[in-house]
């Protein structure tokens, strides 16, 4: 069968001319016999093209990427927390067991995590959370478990 539109002799199963771009009447082109031992192509109307797979590797991804959040999610809600609030902001100190996991700061509240971390190692939690709590209270911070 040739391009309507070209003239371009098209291949079975094709949908666009790959000569001008116009699109083939599919019903004219199902109709053909296909030569023997020829190639087969994608016959299926144009606006039905076959599902992508990159739809499923967006899938995995997004999968992959909410499992994540879950997980920390449940290592925050697994944790054991201070929470110094004072007028200035609050600052909020995740651990558990033996390391800081976190630390949330509002207002003009600060929290250096590395230095945290870097106490619990040194110090151990326990003597970690204690120090936190004797300083935010020299600054007029009310800490609670």
Known sequence: MNCKNCGNLLQPGVTVCPNCNAPV?????NNMQQPMGA?????QPIGQQPKK??????WIVLG???LLVVLVIIGFVASKKVKCTGSNGSVTVY?????IIGCIATGNAYCDLD??????????IDKTIQ???????KSNY????
């Open 25 to 29: 009447d599919n019903t004219q082109m």
């Open 39 to 43: 190639p087969m192509y994608n016959t």
């Open 53 to 58: 797979k990159s739809h499923i590797v967006l």
């Open 64 to 66: 992959i990427i909410g």
């Open 95 to 99: 651990y558990y067991e033996n390391e």
């Open 115 to 124: 230095k945290l971390k870097e106490n619990a190692k040194t110090n151990g």
């Open 131 to 137: 120090t936190i709590k004797e300083e935010m209270q």
């Open 142 to 145: 009310t800490c609670t478990d």
